[in-house]
């Protein structure tokens, strides 16, 4: 049983623990003022209150994002050096190689760059990605020989990878090549020796700050098109609009936040992404069993998972492949091929999450433990990052998974939680590693099995200097307490408005306090509940995904309850009714928090 902290005292759960209800601060005079001048739903508005948004105008131009407010990509820091060389090579017929990652962004920024410097006249342009399980994560030496083989460039233009690949920038300048890096990742000390290095991180544009790699990559493409169309080069005459499917489902699949330029691209994307014709997303819905409209929810839970699922367990290549084919049988082969690679990868996921969960609690203790560790030499380094996440939402604590050779290495993937920056905690344990690399809230990192031991007590003490004396208990925070009745079609429709949803930019979040259930709960497939809720002014349907005791541990408490969720749209059999998505639920309380 897992102990878990909540105010005061410890709590048992089997699965789930208890979570803290916060509910968002907001602006009545600036709601209301968004219902009288603007015409907005008043629910729609009350939501909006708490953003922190400066005026009004603001909160109406998130609500409707356009291209036009993209900033300029030469703002970034020798972009102007990259697009002159480029276009350089272009002119030249020379031979470019653009070295990806295997992951969804890495793949997508790819498919992007080798179709954006064909389209501009490039006579032979190579893309290349990394292989996870023989070459590791990044532009790594061995990768760069092996991607020399079939045609030498003399240009290397890199995406979403490279910011920190000192090594092998050396290598490639050895090899008398000119080295291009677009990158995303935050940068550490020197930066490689590039020609031109594109890492939005670099400037001053806070905005571009949190674009994925497929968005820095976008950028330069955005840059070659200007300068080409200012030069009146013949290639540069089509709209950079037609790729914005690729920028939405690498942004989501990174988890970089939906908002500022993330959201344009985004929401723009899915638009292209869900017109007549886009053959490719559509073979990738069928092979998902999905129907109607794609959106940032199905890009990431959906259909982000079968095109990492190459990479994960065999090659990205035949993702890669799915993208630049042209036949449309292939592309079905190759859609239900990911599709059955995913089914693989969730089946290894399961196992290794069960047995690192029964290894972890026989030990966790929340008052001792601020950062996990766990590993095996049988565990696939191609999981390792989704069961990561996993254990990190589970004991909300900042977790490493390591998987190890049977030569001793050791690939480690992390996962954090809110307010803690895993990649400062991985370099105060920089002595027992043998490298580490990522972001704010997850990393990769090699290590050699004889330093586990040493490597687990000091991300355990550099966790614990930052979280201790902190209540790590999850937290639910709240957009608003309504009342059922409010909850209609119009409203839903205007709560639609505030999409993409996803990182920085959740679902909106409501609570109703009081109501009951009217009946028994029904049981679905031994996890879900479902059943009807009434505050006495209305009825309304209820899903609670994974809340039935076998799962949580908890029984719902008879008699008057608060319920936190998300409406959600249901449609069953040709109709479509709304119901409440059931986040968490608690005896009726005094107050709201």
Known sequence: MLRVWYPGKYFKSAMTVFKIWRTKDSDEH?????????????????????????????ALKFLEPKLKDVSDPFLIPRMDTAVQRIWQAIAAGENITVFGDYDVDGIVSTVLLVKILLRLGARSVIPCLPD???????????????????VKPSLIITVDCGVTAIESAEYVKKSGIDLIITDHHEPKGDLPSALAVINPKLGKSDAMKKL???????????????????EKNPGADFDLKEYLDLVAAGTVADVVPLTDENRIF????????????????????????????LDAYHLAYCIAPRLNAAGRLESAETALELFMTDDENRAGLIAEKLDKTNRERQAIEKQIIKEAMAEIDGYFKPEIHYGIVAGRRSWHVGVIGIVASRLAARYNRPVVVIGFDEHGKGRGSGRSVAGYNILNGLNECREALNGFGGHELAAGLDIDDNKTEEFRDLFNKAAERQLKGKNLAPVITLNAWIQLDEITKETFDALE???PFGQDNPRPVFAARGVRITAPPRVMAGKHLRFNVSDGKAIVAAVA?????????REIPEGELDLAFNIRKNSFNGSENLELN???YRKTSASPD
């Open 266 to 293: 985004v929401r723009h994307g899915l638009t292209r992404m869900n017109r007549a014709g886009q053959s490719v997303w559509q073979k990738l819905k069928e092979a998902a069993g999905l129907s109607g409209k």
């Open 582 to 584: 059931i986040l968490d």
């Open 132 to 150: 996870r399980l023989e070459e590791g994560y990044g532009f790594s030496v061995t990768a760069i020989e092996r991607s020399l083989r079939p």
């Open 212 to 230: 994925a790699g497929v968005g820095v990559a976008f950028k330069l493409c955005h840059a070659l098109l200007k300068q080409g169309k200012k």
């Open 30 to 58: 600036f709601a209301r003022s968004l219902v009288a001048e603007h015409n907005l739903s008043p629910l729609l508005a009350r939501v909006l209150s708490g953003y922190n948004f400066a005026d009004p105008g603001a």
């Open 497 to 499: 408005k505030l999409a």
């Open 545 to 553: 995904f994974n809340h039935a005791k076998s799962v949580t541990g």
